[in-house]
Structure formats: C-alpha cells, structure tokens
Nanobody
Framework: QVQLVESGGGLVQAGGSLRLSCAAS????????MGWFRQGPGKEREFVGT????????AYTNSVKGRFSISRDVRQKTMYLQMNSLKPEDTAVYYC?????????????????????WGQGTQVTVSS
C-alpha cells in the first residue's frame, strides 16, 4: 500500500539544524510532487514548501525562505527538508504529502486539500 514515512525529527536549540526525510513506497502511479506541511501547538496545519518531482523546482512559505531547503532523491523515492537557523516558532509536527493529481514542472500548489497521501508526522521541537 501507499506509504509515506517521515523521520529525523527531534529536539534542537534555537539556531540549530535538523534534516527531515520522507520515504515513499507503494506508489503505482506517478508522484508529480511532494510537499512539507506543519502543525504547531494550538495551530492549524500550514504549508511549508513543495518540490516538483521531475524538475526539482521548489517553493516555500515566506517564514522559512532562506532557512529551509527541500530536495529529493528520485532513485531512493525520498524527499528531504533541511532546516537551518531554527526558531522556537518552528516547533511543530511536520508532515510530508504526495501530490498526484496532475503533472507540474513547477512546484506543486501549497493547498493541503490537493494532496492525497500523507505521512504520520514527525515532531520538531526548538528550544529557546
């Protein structure tokens, strides 16, 4: 069955770095892109960034631009989120999701309702 499994979360001090991974398996159709979303304590889930699986083109929400970077290993079917200069407000459960609805050479859309498969999430806690 289709599975997305995140890993790499943990506790880090402000200013530190973490790298999250999202391993995909069980897809029998094309995955056109993938995205990272997060849900902080008491907040709604929000868009972090996305990547086109074919071109590697990325897009980010403003609050993480210049600090976070998304990449993918097509052969390993794994997406990564490199998070640098972490802030306490980055504390959240981070989810990866797969975008399969249509091909896009640019980064997939930031709307979570357009993503059909989700991982279970991984906790990132940034202490001040």
């Amino acid at each position: 069955q289709v599975q997305l499994v995140e890993s790499g979360g943990g506790l880090v001090q402000a200013g530190g770095s973490l790298r999250l991974s999202c391993a995909a398996s069980g897809f029998t159709f094309s995955t056109y892109g993938m995205g990272w979303f997060r849900q902080g304590p008491g907040k709604e889930r929000e868009f972090v960034g996305t990547i086109s699986w074919s071109t590697g083109i990325t897009a980010y929400t403003n609050s993480v631009k210049g600090r976070f970077s998304i990449s993918r290993d097509v052969r390993q079917k794994t997406m990564y989120l490199q998070m640098n200069s972490l802030k306490p407000e980055d504390t959240a459960v981070y989810y990866c999701a797969a975008f399969i609805r249509y091909y896009t050479a640019t980064a997939p859309p930031p709307r979570e309702e357009e993503y059909d498969y989700w991982g279970q999430g991984t906790q990132v806690t940034v202490s001040s």
